[in-house]
């Protein structure tokens, strides 16, 4: 590595540090049900002390992403209902949407574009939570935040490296390269890497820093690696339904690794075909999901979709989702 590469590379180690962390609430909710002993009222007590996150968790959960039939009016009953992980899970996404949303954010490189980078965002969490469903991954809750959070190497790039940002997006274009190998020539490390540190810095749980740091790479994982795999399988599904901006035209390299992850030992082409194959039900998906998407705009998350009393669910209840 030139010495050029190793000063961009220090600046974004120390930058990284500098961070602010997660809110404490968030911290605190992620160690509390990470706890087996932890209970529903304990859970429901630490969400209650922040006045801003319990209106934001009710909101969403009776949000038409989770089309509960019947309202849910305490944080109590959003935790039975939604379950610990979803909540855990809900409260990471929500935060961290909040803290790097356009309107709360100034400075990024001109090349680009924050909505469209949170549109493919948003859309690779709810496509993980939908092939969690068809491939059986057992915590889809957790597979919808490692979605939202996959790429945000290249948000934390774009923001305190503009310069050098812009310079990656204009190789990347200029000679119709993947990202990652754009990111490598210049800066000498990619955002999947710079997201992890990020994810470190945060004390995240093990598999959503492993998920971001290898969502490219799932088979360098030397043991279990679904999460990553169904993160890598869900970008692949994004891209191909142009959902945001995944990172340029160029598609990553398939990874079968991923497909092997959960038994599927097809043909590449006829596995992704598969795949693929989801992508209506993702568009619908994405409909429901507009409450994300107003909060990476600055809102406050009102998709004017939500279930109320007596109305009919829009989609089914999914325990733990």
């Known amino acids: 590595m030139d010495e050029q590469k190793r000063q961009r590379l220090k600046r974004i180690t120390q930058s ?9 609430v968030i911290t605190q909710l992620i160690s509390l049900i990470d706890n087996p002993k932890t209970s529903a009222r304990n859970v429901s007590q630490l969400i209650a002390t922040g006045q801003a996150l319990t209106a934001k968790i009710l909101k969403l959960a009776n949000s ?4 509960f039939p019947r309202e849910i009016a305490t944080v109590d009953l959003a935790v039975v209902v939604l379950g610990f992980e979803t909540v855990k899970n809900l409260g990471l996404s929500v935060s961290v949407l909040e803290r790097f949303s356009g309107a709360s954010v100034a400075g990024h490189a001109d090349d680009f574009d924050r909505q469209k980078f949170w549109e493919h965002s948003i859309a690779c969490g709810v496509a993980a939570r939908l092939l969690a469903g068809k491939l059986r991954y057992r915590v889809p809750g957790e597979a919808f935040a490692a979605g939202i959070l996959h790429d945000i190497g290249r948000l934390i790039l774009s923001q305190y490296f503009p310069a050098e940002f812009a310079e990656v997006l204009q190789v990347m274009r200029e000679e119709d390269l993947y990202i990652g190998h754009a990111e490598e020539r210049i800066l000498g490390v990619t955002h999947a890497e710079v997201g992890s540190w ?7 749980p093990d598999q959503l820093e492993q998920s971001i ?4 790479a799932p088979g360098r994982i030397s043991g279990p690696a ?18 945001g ?4 035209d160029r598609l990553p390299h398939l990874d079968p690794a991923a497909l092997r992850a ?4 097809e043909e590449p082409v006829a596995a992704l075909k598969r795949i693929f194959s989801y992508g209506d039900e993702l568009q619908q ?6 409450a994300f998407t107003n909060i990476a705009r600055g809102g406050d998350g009102d998709d004017g979709g939500a279930a109320t009393e007596g109305a009919p669910a829009l989609t089914p209840a999914r325990g733990g989702s």
């Open 64 to 67: 038409a992403f989770y089309g």
């Open 245 to 248: 901006d995944g990172g340029g």
């Open 16 to 24: 990284i540090i500098g961070l602010p962390t997660l809110p404490t």
């Open 198 to 204: 990020l994810a470190e810095r945060w004390n995240l």
């Open 213 to 216: 740091a290898m969502h490219h």
């Open 285 to 290: 998906e994405m409909e429901r999901a507009e």
């Open 262 to 265: 959960f038994g599927i030992h």
């Open 226 to 243: 679904e999460l990553p795999s169904l993160i890598h399988l869900s970008d692949f599904l994004c891209r191909r339904e142009k959902i």
